[in-house]
């Protein structure tokens, strides 16, 4: 706190430093806050952003980067799946017939929208979800999630989460060892 002594002269100079401090601790936080959104701006051209999205958030954390919001569209979502497989696939992205962590598991790209009740929440959630990976000529895998989620089970939910996660080949290749180390130390496979 800022102490203000009766020594004459000398407590102006103590209050000129507490504001210089502030200033300084509130200058950091806007250039902080500037530089969280130029790296949204910059994020991975693979994370695609439907028209008229909302509740849009964007982080990256260990490497992964992470985009997702919400988009009004009936179920089964197709305009929404279809305009970002077809971005994809125009930049070169290949749809991955097996999920790249499960590659003995097909993934949405082949056997469409799975249907869920989520228990872990309460109340229990009807959950329909489709989930595929895309890899570049470099490794790069990109995976989406879209997701309704909805405490009665409808014929026509329309609130769609839309989950996009973007892994560099390094990142990729690391996890896959892992992974696969993992089932073998644990006869998994």
Known sequence: MLAIRKV???????????????LSIV????LYDSRQSVEADERPA????????????????EAIDRLSYHVSSKFPAKPVIDL???????????????????????SSQEQGWQ???????????????????????SGNIVTYGFRYAEVKCTSDPSDL?????????????RTLEESERHKKDNNLQ
């Not at 200058?27 to 806007?30: D, I």
């Not at 970002?84 to 097909?106: A, H, M, V």
């Not at 309460?122 to 895309?134: H, I, N, S, T």
């Not at 989460?161 to 290749?173: F, L, M, N, Q, S």
């Open 8 to 22: 004459p002269g000398r407590y102006l100079w103590q209050i000129s430093r507490g504001l210089a401090l502030v």
């Open 115 to 137: 249907q869920f009740l989520d228990v872990n929440q309460a109340p229990a959630l009807c959950v329909r979800q489709w989930l595929g990976d895309w890899q570049d000529s």
């Open 46 to 61: 693979a994370l695609i952003q439907y028209p008229d999205a909302t509740a849009v958030q964007y982080d990256d954390r």
């Open 161 to 173: 989460e839309v989950t996009g996660w973007y892994t560099p080949a390094y990142v990729a290749r």
């Open 27 to 30: 200058l950091c936080a806007l």
């Open 84 to 106: 970002i497989s077809n971005k994809l696939q125009k930049e070169g992205w290949q749809p991955l017939k097996y999920y790249f962590l499960r590659p003995d598991t097909l």
